[in-house]
Every structure is written in C-alpha cells, then in structure tokens.
C-alpha cells in the first residue's frame, strides 16, 4: 500500500492533489485542519489529508480475436477519491455543507435528503446554506429575563470570573442599573483579586463569602441593588455533596442560575460537566472563550442536548466588550461566521 500526506489551503484542492498523484482509487485515511507557520507566527490554516493506494496485481488475460469496433468508446467517468467508511451524501457544490454535518455536534441531524432536493430544484447553494442556517438558528430560543440575583456555576478554568466582570459592566453601563458582586470562590486567592480588581475599576461594591453567613450578610447589604452577580467555586464540582449543597442553602425563586461552558473543552468535557449540574434549576447557559477555538458548533449540541437558552456568549477578554448577547440571529451568524461560510464571515456581512 502507498501512503502519502497531502496539504492544501481547502479541502477541495487537497483532493485535487490525491486525485493527480494517486489516481481515482484513492482512499482517504484522514483528514484534519492544521496551522501553519514558523514557530506559530503567521500561521494560517490548511487542511492536512492522508491518503492511500493499494499497489495494482498484474493479471496476464487471455487474447481475444480482434473484432472491429462497432461504436466508439464512450468516456469513462470516475468518482473523485472516496473517504474511507464514509460516503459523499451531498452534492459536491455542498462539501462545506457536508463538513458541518459530519462533526459529532451535528451527528443526530439528517437533512441531507432536503438539502439535496433543495439543490437540485433551485440550483442554490445560498439557498442550502439557509436551509442549514434556520435550522441551527431555529434552535437558539431566546432567553429569559435576568432575576435580581445572577449565579454562574461550572469547573475551575472556564472563565466565570471574567465574565461576571463583563456583566457586570454590561448592567451598569448599558443598563444603568446599581450592581453588587459577591464571590464564594475563596478556593482561588487570583480570582478573588481579579474581581476586586474589576470592581474597584467600575466603582462596583463586592463582598467575599467564606460561608453561608457571609453570603447571607452580603445579600442583606446588597439589599438596594437592582442586581446582585454571584461567583461560585468550581474546585469540587464533581463531589455530589459540592452540587447538593446549592439545593440546600440557595433559593432559586429570584436567582437566574447559568452553567458556564468553555468552547474550547471536548465534547465528553462538556456532556460530564452537564451531567454534574443539570439537577440544578438551571435557568440558561453560557459560553465562553469562543476566541480560543476555530468552531463553536459544540453549542448548538449543547443547547439541543440541555434545551436552555443561551443567556451569553464571551468572545475575548476585554471588559465590557467581547460580551455577545444570547440572541437566536447572533450566536447563529458568529457559529458560520467561526465555519468560514463565505455569506456570514465578518467580511462579507
């Protein structure tokens, strides 16, 4: 068997390069995305392929009688490389297409008949992308009002604290409205001086709980505010004591509660972090570090999976900014926007 590797700026011209080298009988073993680049530096993404020819047997045949020929030879048409275990289920137009529905985020969905049909009617790819696009949008519902207190729960490291920074912000300075900030997460000396950091930036009053008490005497202090954010710790997230104890010291009747999610973990990361949570009265979600990753698409699996709305989505450090609201239009215009679909890239809207 011949094996060799194949790079390309797309994966149709990668394709074109197994197809020269290596013929029609090509099997593609692997595909991935990959940056390339001098130690990191002006790197810029291609796509990596390896594929792989079995070695021809020669086989003596027997000789025919000559026969004149009757008709001429029609030309013969030969289907590009194929994936291995996986055949081409849109038309070629579609690849792009074809690319989303074959990550794990979109493996439940089968739209490929529609998307065939509507391809084949209209001659459309614009009209395929939409297709795809209302879907996704479709399943973004917009989420509730915020209640006067904002909890956000998650693992150590998804980034809960600048984000409660960023609401923060967002709820003084876009709303007007009077903000107390209350951390329970005295695990981390960091993230404790991070708030206050940001706190004392926005002139913003904030409290440290070291116990129930304290929480109950800072609450009783923010008692005038119009919103009052609270950070929890995520150290221990997988004791089942950790979770229960929200149940028993906590009244959600006024508390928006949000599970925070960074974009950038796996696919198993984010179901086990669920898994932990969802017992809780869980009001939305948010996502976060979508600048750190090339696809956001785990979301749509996600809000599919949980069916909550999608409260926020950060997108870069900065305070107030990088804070995208979780509304149906934009999480589905940053999703394509992140898959490179020419009609929603930041260039072409």
Do not use: C
């Amino acid at each position: 068997m011949q094996i060799k590797k194949f790079t390309a700026k797309t994966m149709s011209d990668a394709m074109a390069k197994v197809k020269q080298e290596l013929g029609d009988e090509a099997v593609i073993l692997n595909s991935r995305q990959v940056k390339s680049g001098w130690f990191g530096l002006f790197a810029s993404k291609q796509v990596e392929v390896i594929a792989a020819l079995e070695k021809e047997q020669i086989v003596t045949k027997p000789r025919q009688p000559v026969q004149a020929q009757t008709e001429p030879k029609r030309p013969v048409v030969t289907p590009p490389p194929r994936v291995v275990g996986t055949a081409p289920k849109l038309h070629a137009s579609l690849q792009h297409v074809e690319s989303l529905l074959s990550t794990e985020s979109f493996a439940d969905e089968s739209w490929e008949e529609t998307l065939n049909e509507l391809y084949y009617t209209t001659k459309s790819v614009e009209e395929a992308e939409r297709y795809v696009y209302e879907q996704v949008k479709s399943s973004f519902i917009e989420p509730p009002e915020a209640k006067r207190y904002v909890m956000v729960v998650g693992p150590t490291g998804v980034g809960k604290t600048t984000t409660l920074a960023k609401l923060a912000a967002h709820f003084k300075l876009k709303e007007g409205k009077t903000v107390g900030l209350i951390t329970t997460d005295t695990y981390r000396i960091a993230a404790i001086e991070q708030l206050k950091t940001y706190a004392e930036i926005m002139s913003i009053p904030v409290e440290v709980a070291y116990d129930f008490h304290d929480f109950k005497r800072a609450k009783q202090l923010f008692a005038r505010k119009d919103i009052v954010l609270i950070d929890t710790a995520g150290r221990n997230f997988r004791d089942p004591a950790y979770v229960e104890q929200f149940h028993e010291h906590h009244d959600f009747t006024e508390t928006s509660l949000s599970l925070v999610l960074s974009l950038t973990s796996k696919m198993k990361d984010m179901d086990m972090i669920y898994s932990q949570f969802e017992s809780l009265p869980l009001s939305s979600l948010i996502f976060t570090k979508a600048d750190e990753t090339s696809d956001i698409h785990a979301m749509y699996r996600m809000v599919k999976r949980s069916g909550l709305p999608v409260a926020w989505m950060t997108d870069g450090q900065e305070v107030p900014d990088d804070l995208i609201p979780g509304q149906a239009d934009l999480l589905t215009k940053r999703l394509f926007e992140k898959e490179g679909w020419a009609r929603w890239t930041k260039q072409g809207v």
